[in-house]
């Protein structure tokens, strides 16, 4: 099941507006609500050195402003309310220009490089090892200012998965010497290993191959990184949700009882 917020995740891979408004984020706390302005107060914006000196000439236009922005999200659940800080960089652009509205013609918008605390990039489900789920964490820090760096995470995320799954990292040369495995040639020990897997093993070997782009050098895009998240929440579900399995057994019971054993 993919988590429901990853479409609303991916609209802050671009800029957004005070029009579009904000995502519908999750709660990193209680992952059942939804973050959105903190007492409905619009975020604070500072304008740039650079934008305040270009401002002062006398041909200058509304769209020259641009600097940086801070403020709060809480979430929507009475019973919750985490406060999550966000900071990023604003521009003024063209507006949706309504006729007759001077204001529509230019409006403010986003661009979020941080949040504190991070925002969740996978479903929450106590049978995914905290290990993996901290490092995928570590990488939704640092996602919307250096996707690269977060796929790095989420490669290494991968690797601590391969070894509480028992798959060796090193293997002894013909000298007698250990020498590491690559993360390569884990997945396909882990396939070969436990071929129920297999299918989780293909989706890894793909945010390996993605995780790879960023530590080449490769400039990944925010989109890229999440759908790299994608295929590791999936492989998580097929290793150890076993909702699936648990169903298809209590139905095999009742069918072979004929009703609900008692």
Known sequence: MAMRHMADLRLLAHEFSETDG??????????????????????????????????????????????????????????????????????????????????????????????VPALSLIREDDAFPQPVMQLVVA?????????????????????????????PQTHTSKNGKPVRHTAHKRIELFKERKPKFAEAAELLMAVKW????????????????????ELLNHALELIYDTSAADLKRKAAEINKHRGIPR
């Open 22 to 115: 904000w995502p519908d984020l999750p709660c990193p706390a209680c992952m059942t609500g939804s973050l959105a302005l903190k007492d409905d107060q619009p975020v604070t914006t500072e304008q740039s050195r650079l934008s305040s000196l270009m401002c002062q000439h006398e041909v200058a236009e509304p769209d020259w402003i641009s600097g940086y922005f801070h403020g709060a999200l809480q979430c929507s659940r009475a019973s919750c309310g985490e406060v999550v800080a966000v900071v990023g960089e604003f521009r003024v652009a063209d507006g949706p220009c309504v006729e007759d509205d001077y204001d529509s013609l230019y409006e403010k918008r986003y661009r979020v490089h941080c949040f």
């Open 139 to 167: 990488a939704s820090a640092v996602l919307w200012m250096d996707p690269s760096s977060a796929a790095n995470r989420v490669r290494a995320a991968i690797e601590e998965l391969l070894t509480l799954q028992g798959v």
């Open 210 to 229: 993605i995780g790879n782009d960023g530590s080449h050098g490769s400039e990944l895009g925010i989109d890229e990184v999440l759908g790299g998240v």
